[in-house]
């Protein structure tokens, strides 16, 4: 990492796309004042030309009952045919839509008519058990290529899919199925993970057992079961079926029938503030078209060459958008990875981009970050100039990560779209275009053509450039939410209440207008701080914190104090090699030193504790509401989300 790499707040660095790049790029300024002069108009266009519909809608957006909106309402199509035998019928059938690798290193290259004849293969088996339009049917599965499959057959049928991550257990498996009332579950014996197989069939058989509770009603009548892993499974005649014993014997003959375009495509479940976990529901055409669009132009995808790699699990929205619905609607070609970075070796990502000779990559900072802790050396062996674009999604990403990414993963040439979006706005709202936009290290920048985002006070009143402020859409986007499942008070409670007078929707996030009118994310309302009437950003200070040298990961959060309201106390992990020269309160103070000096004494952390680990869930988002028990003295709260439950012991003990 170059030591030159400023802070986050001093950040004026500007990467212009080079000459090369915008003479490739697909990206066309002329996208942004078609939207300007007419949004409608613009998605219009868009999803008649990104997507077949079977029957033409004539209407664009319907917002005449807010918050619920409908898009393209009365149109017909079928989201499968639109992802596969549409490309099959234009000639492009050989192209490969799918590499898998797994993680043993077995693969498995498939086509566009290859996926397109076991989606009809698999819709016609869920037919059998009595799947159609409306059913829900939920997904466990690991990264194998049925998990695609299995999502468009659902789609295919008209029937609703939701995706519960392979990562999460058998009672939060559990309460996604009865909340969305699941007819079939298809799962796997166990997928590969860490080199070794993890099961995940138990947890199904779990989340199905011993319901004799009021209320548990068994809505589950059959289990879809691949086999992956070889392990021993527990088998419920008459209830559970082996994938291979119905999908290849199954016709592959199966017209997509058209539905309309607000038919539910899929819900996804995502933790709120609150601990019951919210149905996002999304629906069809609208989804689609975004997903479509801004796969499309954010990724400068070149179908026809490209080789493009989401590292996201199905299980998260990015990879219900990115991995299945974007990529394939594009007809793109793209890879697919079963298993752990790190496994059988640290270097697995970049083998897997030298072999397929990946082009574009699309990962999160968390992913980046841990890379550069162990150093450059490893990417360094193999040959990644295929790549000539790269993208960051989920968290802010610290000026830092985004250097070492473009230099050392990027060649010190790709352009670097950040990213911002939620599983509630289905497609990304915020990023440069890269063949356009000079971009800035830790800003996500621009509301995409066709969407409207300001930066407003807690009444809903557009703040001045550089005063922190609330990320608000200030209108309906085609890929939105259409509510929360089974929860209509709770989809206008959270979004739409706060800005109710003027009909924007909250999405819970602080933000920043630079005077270049870019945006900076400043992180969830509520991990902002306020110190002494400051408003000081947890992403900031992490920022700061990273840009240290001796510091791998941060976690900032903002701990009650009866002198400044709230103080800052930051959670480290150091760099090995830097533990080994120092003591850990050395170190603490030089850290405390050093973000009183990157951005003020206000932000000076009151307390640097070193840890050796950080809580994460599974998706590797930190949960600071844990560190903030902690912080504040408490007993530590929920643990069931954390990818490792005994990480907060650890922790507690160290700060002790
Ligand atoms: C929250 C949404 C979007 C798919 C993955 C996460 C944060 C996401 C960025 C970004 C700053 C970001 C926001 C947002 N976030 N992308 N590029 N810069 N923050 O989906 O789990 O629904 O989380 O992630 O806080 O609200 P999610």
């Known amino acids: 990492m170059s030591s030159q790499i400023d802070h986050l707040l001093n950040e004026s660095r500007q990467f212009p796309p080079s000459p090369e790049f915008v003479a490739q790029s697909i990206d066309d300024p002329a996208l942004y004042e078609r939207a300007a002069a007419d949004r409608e108009g613009f998605w219009a266009d868009q999803s008649r030309e990104l997507l077949h519909w079977h029957k033409p809608f004539t209407e664009v957006l319907d917002w005449t009952n807010p918050p619920f909106a409908k898009w393209f309402g009365d149109g017909e199509l079928n989201v499968a045919y639109n992802c596969l035998d549409r490309h099959v019928e234009a000639g492009i059938g050989d192209r490969v839509a799918i590499h898998w690798e797994g993680e043993p290193g077995d693969s498995r290259s498939i086509t566009y008519a290859e996926l397109t004849d076991e989606v009809k293969r698999t819709a016609n088996v869920l037919a059998d058990l009595g799947v159609g339009q409306g059913d829900r049917v939920a997904i466990y599965l690991p990264m194998i290529p049925e998990a695609v499959i299995s999502m468009l057959a659902v789609a ?23 909340d969305a009332g699941a ?123 490209d080789v493009y790699w989401c590292t996201a699990d199905i299980g998260w929205i990015t990879g219900h958008s990115y991995v299945t619905y974007g990529p394939l609607a594009n007809g793109a ?7 752990t970075p790190d496994a059988p070796h640290p270097g ?13 990559l699309y990962t999160a900072p968390t992913a980046i970050r841990s890379f550069m802790k162990i150093g450059r050396q490893v990417p360094n062996q193999f040959d990644l100039s295929t790549l000539r674009l790269l993208g960051s999604v989920g968290e802010p990403i610290n000026p830092e990560a985004w250097m070492w990414y473009r230099e050392v ?52 009143n557009e703040v001045e450039s550089g005063n922190g402020g609330l990320l608000a859409i200030t ?37 920043r207008l630079d005077e270049d009118g870019d945006l900076w994310l400043l992180g969830r309302v509520d991990d902002v701080m306020n110190v002494s009437g400051h408003r000081l950003s947890t992403a900031e200070i992490e920022s700061s914190l990273v840009a240290h040298e001796a510091t791998a990961e941060a976690a900032v959060v903002g701990a009650s104090d009866e002198t ?31 973000v009183g000096e990157q951005i003020g004494p206000i932000a000076r952390p009151r307390d640097v504790y070193i840890v050796g680990e950080l809580p994460k869930t599974r998706s590797g988002k930190i949960m600071r509401r844990l560190l903030r028990d902690v912080a504040e003295g408490r007993e530590v709260g929920d643990t069931t989300t954390l990818a490792d439950t005994a990480v907060m012991s650890i922790i507690s003990a160290q700060v002790k």
């Open 348 to 360: 697995r990502w970049w083998e897997l981009i030298q072999k397929y000779g990946v082009t574009i």
């Open 409 to 460: 993963i990027g060649g010190g040439q790709a352009p670097i779209v950040d990213t911002w979006w939620q599983t509630e706005t289905g497609g990304i709202m915020v990023s440069p275009l890269p063949g356009i936009t000079a971009a800035k290290p830790g800003s996500a920048q621009v509301p995409l053509p066709g969407i409207s985002i300001d930066v407003v006070d807690e009444q809903g």
């Open 475 to 511: 209108k309906p986007w085609p890929a939105m939410l259409r509510g929360v499942w089974g929860d209509p008070e709770r989809f206008k409670e959270t979004y739409w209440e706060k800005f109710e007078e003027q009909g924007f929707y909250f999405a819970g996030d602080g933000a």
């Open 156 to 178: 295919r049928l008209g029937a609703i899919h939701s995706v519960v991550f392979g990562g999460f257990s058998a009672d939060s498996l559990r309460s996604r199925i009865d």
């Open 564 to 594: 400044t309201g709230q103080a800052v106390v930051a959670f480290v992990i150091l760099k090995e090699s830097f533990l080994a020269e120092h003591t850990p309160e050395g170190l603490a103070t030089q850290l405390r030193t050093w």
């Open 183 to 305: 007819k079939v579950v298809i799962t796997a014996d166990g997928g590969y993970r860490k080199g070794r197989v993890s099961a995940l069939k138990p947890a199904v058989d779990q989340s199905l057992a011993d319901r004799n509770g009021e209320g548990e009603q068994q809505t589950v009548e059959h289990v879809l079961v691949v086999k992956r892993g070889g392990n021993d499974v527990e088998w419920t005649e008459g209830r559970d079926i082996w994938w291979h014993d119905v999908v290849p014997a199954a016709s592959a003959e199966h017209e997509a029938q058209a539905f309309g375009s607000e038919n539910p495509l899929f819900i996804l479940y995502t933790s709120g503030t609150t601990g019951k976990p919210k149905g996002i529901l999304h629906t069809s055409g609208g989804y689609l078209t975004q997903a479509a669009y801004t796969h499309k132009y954010v990724f400068d995808l070149h179908p026809e060459t």
């Open 333 to 339: 070609t793209q890879l697919m990875y079963e298993g």
